[in-house]
């Protein structure tokens, strides 16, 4: 299993927001959620829209692309049922914001 590595810094992530980030290449979507940090895929499943750019509003972000919905918490889709986004384990350390990939 891959290493928790830090990716983020909690002020730069104030609750109610998205970021994008990269790990190993790799780019991940961090929310914060009314404190509670969650990261998912960048990637939407419908064309690959980037989720992190997203509006985020309670647990549930808005891909920019054509506005399908996912429940960042989850990864369920409320608009199809057959799409889901991968998401990945989130530990806060003091200020630091560290993600399994
Ligand atoms: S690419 Fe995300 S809704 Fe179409």
């Given at each position: 299993m891959a290493d928790f590595v830090r990716v983020a810094s909690l002020s730069d992530l104030p609750a109610g927001s998205a970021k994008t980030v990269e790990v190993g290449g790799t780019a991940i979507a961090l929310f914060n959620v009314g404190g509670q940090v969650h990261a998912t895929t960048n990637?939407?499943?419908?064309?690959?829209?980037?989720?992190?750019e997203g509006v985020l509003g309670g647990d549930v972000v808005v891909c920019p692309w054509h506005a399908f919905e996912f429940?960042?918490?989850?990864?369920?889709?409320l608009n199809n049922p057959n799409l889901q986004i991968p998401c990945f384990p989130v530990k806060v350390e003091g200020q630091d914001i560290l993600v399994q990939v």
């Open positions: 990637t939407c499943p419908h064309r690959g829209g980037p989720l992190g429940e960042v918490t989850s990864g369920r889709c």
